[in-house]
Nanobody
């Protein structure tokens, strides 16, 4: 079992930066691919970024590529999402997620979410 707790959300002006953290419990964390998803009001949840178990491979949605960076520290059981050049359309609840083998569109483990609000 993996439990995920996000932190780092908040209110930021357009063009600003935020770093989200996701602390994981469980001995098998370092073997799981991880990801960040988001859901804006009135919209469906969407994939944002993913990272493989070692951190050697990352991938992003087109909407955040070049602005967001996902990373992980397996020694600290933590995954990060560094967000830069934020836009009002990045406003959403951001969720950390984990899967056992492959990061799917509906991962097996989810955090509770953290609100990110970008003002114009």
């Amino acid at each position: 079992q993996v439990q995920l707790v996000e932190s780092g959300g908040g209110l930021v002006q357009a063009g600003g930066s935020l770093r989200l953290s996701c602390a994981a419990s469980g001995r098998t964390f370092s073997s799981y691919p991880m990801g960040w998803f988001r859901q804006a009001p009135g919209k469906e949840r969407e994939f944002v970024a993913g990272i493989n178990w070692s951190g050697g491979r990352t991938w992003y949605s087109d909407s955040v590529k070049g602005r967001f960076t996902i990373s992980r520290d397996n020694a600290k059981n933590t995954v990060y999402l560094q967000m830069s050049s934020l836009k009002p359309e990045d406003t959403a609840v951001y969720y950390c997620a984990a899967d056992k083998v492959v990061l799917t569109s509906n991962p097996g483990y989810w955090g509770q979410g953290t609100q990110v609000t970008v003002s114009s």
